[in-house]
């Protein structure tokens, strides 16, 4: 049964990072906003490295730093970054080197679970529902979902698209997000209870793809593998072949001599994607719907903060006037072709360091396209 429709000011799609992070912004300057989206659940979700960058937004949102959203069982900070890339000798790069700080792993679901009970607390209005139509009057969109209340209508005369990847309004208002390379990524999570183990992020290139592993609180360990679609699929197929070739890849050192899986292996996109539109009249999109990074890079949740709290100064400034509100859209849209373009040049020159698989189909498609 259909119940009445939720009227706000202006409607947020998507209770990711950027989403609540959007959210609390606008909150935080009177607007009646609302969120609406499936929310995370109790299980791993990937992007469990938090760049100590992000303490600057989470401060503008109100946040005195990142205990006062997880308890200190939550975070393990982060020592030092390990690769192997372009060479099979590791180098070692100390956090304290890093002027910012080493940033944090985390257990990204209970980061956002907790970000989202804040924006509650703080009187955001959430709706768990999966978005399933859009119709545009003209001067109001109305967004059909339906969750575990039923079904539910949002009126609004603005838009927030902050589904991540899948770019829903996006997709419906510009078309599909451009995508300038081919990579998957296969994610495994498995208990660590080692007593010593470092909490060291390791990074090494082989010749079909790179792995990626890092320990997380609660004695738990990310491990991931990017690559075509074929070499993802094998591994995806076979929790055993996986962790065999992580430690016949040269991660033996890294990972626990017995593997025991928290959860199935999860396999997703892991290309670089730029939505063809970033905002229109009346809506924009923040997060991984407007632009999406390649893993290597650890900026997506930077950029869901960054890009939340661009886009609420945009929204705030064009509600001033007609002139005001092209030229606040317009400084968004470039802020993020920015990072864009500053985070392609950044990964061309990664990619381009690794000359010893340069002929490998799958190096062949992260540089050519580069
Ligand atoms: C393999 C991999 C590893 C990564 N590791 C890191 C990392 O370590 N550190 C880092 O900073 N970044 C990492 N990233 C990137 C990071 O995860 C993303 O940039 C980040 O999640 C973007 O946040 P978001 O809120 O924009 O989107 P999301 O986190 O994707 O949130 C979007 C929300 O919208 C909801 N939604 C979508 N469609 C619908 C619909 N139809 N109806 C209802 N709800 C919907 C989803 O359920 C979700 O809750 C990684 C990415 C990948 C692919």
Known sequence: MASNPVNAEIAVLGVGVAGIAAAL????????????????GNGPKVGEYLPASVLRPLRALGFSGLDAILGEQDVLPSTAKMSAWGSETWAYQDSLRD???????IL????EQQLMHHA??????????KLLELKDNGAEYRVRAVGD?????????????????KAWLVRRLAGAPKQTNIQMAVIAWIKDPRPTVARVTSVKSVKNGWWYTAPLPEQQRVVAFHGLADSVSQLYKSPDRFLDQARGDGLKDHLPDRAEFIAPLQSCDASVRLSPKIAGKRWLAIGDAALSFDPLSSQ?????????????????????????RLQAMEVYCRQVSDVFK???RTRFMFYNQEHRFRDEPYWREQCNRC
Do not use: M
Request: hydrophobic content about 35%.
């Open 149 to 165: 209340g039923g079904e539910i209508t949002v009126q609004s005369p603005r838009l927030i698209d902050a589904t991540g990847r």
């Open 342 to 344: 500053s985070n392609q």
């Open 108 to 111: 990204r679901h209970r980061f």
């Open 99 to 105: 002027p910012e700080g080493g940033g944090w792993h």
């Open 120 to 129: 509650q607390s703080r009187g955001v209005e959430i709706h768990r529902a």
């Open 25 to 40: 912004a606008l909150k935080q300057t009177g607007l009646d906003v609302c969120l609406i989206g499936e929310a995370v």
């Open 300 to 324: 997506g949740l930077h950029f869901a903060f960054y890009s939340a709290l661009k886009a609420c100064d945009a929204i705030c400034e064009a509600s001033r006037s007609e002139t005001r």
